[in-house]
């Protein structure tokens, strides 16, 4: 997600957060079975129909082939979120704040959850992409920082010795306490050692953090299941309550 298309889907998210508090202050009973009310839940239900296109095109080989010929899967993820967004954002305005009969409480819930948790899962997933990559250049760099600092001192295994009893895991942590970094690689050798100290824990330390976003993605990836499981249960109670509003009459129709 670009820059530009995140800071309006943060407005826009920060827009429903607004009008689902606005229960505070306003209701309207009347306001879902008008004339108005029917037209933007009905406009709600189709743009929450919307982001089953995404979903089909993405799963389906034959269909992506086809589609994709004219519209790219980028464009298609932005409305994807977009029409995600705006479903609920219509379907709150919709509810008049109306929040009485259990169907209709779990419907608006399940729209916040589904809208927020796709909000949240693909801003950190691409902040996570983005910072692997970073990592994985930072840490590229410090290897190669880390060969041709051991290439110095295996010419001199004096010195390279001086660094043998802070090999294990506790004897590193200590290191910083006991070699010092003069500002240059004196007669001591001492800014050799130091630098080697250093990068090793820096190449520790990327590595540990490499580690643990691979581990986030893992669970990010559990996360979309559960998205897409959140997100079939809102049509199935988006479906019952379109039902419901049919079988049991619509005021303003004649």
Known sequence: MQERERAIVTGLVLLLVVLVLGF??????????????????????ALMLVPLA??????????????TRAISMRTLLAIHIYAGILGPILGVLHSGHRFQSPLGIALTS?????????FVGRYLM??????????????AGLRVAYERTAGELAKEPERAGKLRPFAGF????????????????GTSGLGVQARAVRLSESIAD???????????????????ACHIVIAVVLYALL????????YFGIRWLP
């Open 170 to 185: 506790f004897t590193r942590l200590a290191a910083p306490f006991f070699i010092h970094d003069p500002g240059s690689a």
């Open 54 to 67: 995404y979903l089909f095109v993405k799963r389906i080989p034959l269909l992506k082939r086809s589609v």
């Open 126 to 139: 691409s902040r996570m992409s983005m910072d692997m990559r970073d990592r994985q250049q930072m840490l």
């Open 24 to 45: 505070y202050v306003h209701r309207d009973p009347r306001f879902p079975g008008s004339l108005a009310g029917g037209v933007l839940g009905l406009s709600a239900a």
């Open 206 to 224: 990327v590595e540990y953090a490499i580690k643990t976003q691979e581990v986030m993605r893992g669970a990010f990836g559990r996360w979309l």
């Open 239 to 246: 479906a019952i309550h379109i039902w419901s509003a049919w």
């Open 110 to 118: 399940m729209m916040l959850i589904v809208a927020l948790s796709g």
